[in-house]
């Protein structure tokens, strides 16, 4: 089991994305993602975003909100994966223009659908424009969307 975090940083009508294509056998090449990374043993979700967003970006996000759990059972060799989902609107610094894992730039919240991205990133992009706060599993095989479940809460 690998535990993550996965972080959108919000500024004025844009996102922050990071668009993979540095590291040789990157399952997410060519693909655009938000932020994030592992977590350390010990670390809770939220300093490991702050973290992740900081090493990745540059940013020292404060508050980031928690949107969602994502489950993705078997992935990527044979791992589960479970990814805490933050957005972060308060921040400090100026993104990097890139990192060692890609390059970063702001997309207009309305172009993030319609970016590279895995198959299911536009279902919980959705959830989150919503409002909602999921828990969401993703199924996939062979890189390529299967099915996916989920439930909502209040």
């Known amino acids: 089991m690998i535990l993550a975090t996965l972080c959108y940083v919000k500024r004025n009508g844009k996102t922050l994305m990071l668009h993979r294509g540095k590291r040789a056998n990157d399952i997410h090449q060519g693909k655009w993602n938000g932020l994030g990374g592992k977590m350390i043993p010990g670390e809770t979700p939220e300093a490991c975003v702050i973290r992740e967003v900081l090493e990745e970006s540059g940013l020292v996000i404060r508050s980031p909100r928690l949107r969602g759990i994502l489950t993705f059972p078997n992935f990527n060799g044979g791992h589960d994966w479970y990814a805490y989902v933050f957005t972060a609107e308060e921040f400090e610094g100026e993104a990097f223009a890139e990192c060692d ?17 895995w198959e299911g990133d536009p279902y919980f992009l959705r959830w989150i424009s919503e ?7 993703f199924y996939y095989e062979n890189n390529s969307l299967k099915k996916h479940d989920v439930v909502f809460y209040p």
Not at 108 to 115: A, M
Not at 131 to 137: T, V
Request: glycine share 8%.
């Open 131 to 137: 409002e909602r706060f999921f828990s969401g599993c």
């Open 101 to 117: 894992e890609g390059r970063l730039e702001w997309i207009d919240d309305d172009q993030v659908l319609k970016l590279p991205l």
